[in-house]
């Protein structure tokens, strides 16, 4: 079993920047991917960005060349680098470990909040 906590969110002005953290242990060699999802109120729960153990890398149309998901060799922490942030970047963050095999585990999520 894979165990997820996420760190490094706050509040930030607009044009800002933050960067989270996921921080993955247990059973990690199972884990096949691992994504951020954001849920901002009202709203469904969408994706933001997945990378791949093989390192390939894909990011939702709204967050393209501000948003930057890299992890660490070990496969123990993922990152998410948040540039540029925008008030309707407001949410909580998600991190997402899918394994080969089984259901996929979510972390408790993090409060990124930006104002204008």
């Known amino acids: 079993q894979v165990q997820l906590v996420e760190s490094g969110g706050g509040l930030v002005q607009a044009g800002g920047s933050l960067r989270l953290s996921c921080a993955a242990s247990?059973?990690?060699?199972?884990?096949?991917?691992m994504s951020w999802y954001r849920q901002a109120p009202g709203k469904q729960r969408e994706l933001v960005a997945v990378i791949a153990r093989v390192g390939s890398t894909n990011y939702a149309d709204s967050v393209k060349g501000r948003f930057t998901i890299s992890r660490d060799n070990a496969w123990n922490t993922v990152y998410l680098q948040m540039n540029s942030l925008k008030p309707e970047d407001t949410a909580v963050y998600y991190c997402?470990?899918?394994?080969?095999?089984?259901?996929?585990?979510w972390g408790q999520g993090t409060q990124v909040t930006v104002s204008s």
């Open positions: 247990g059973s990690t060699f199972s884990i096949n991917a």
């Open positions: 997402n470990a899918q394994p080969y095999a089984g259901a996929s585990v």
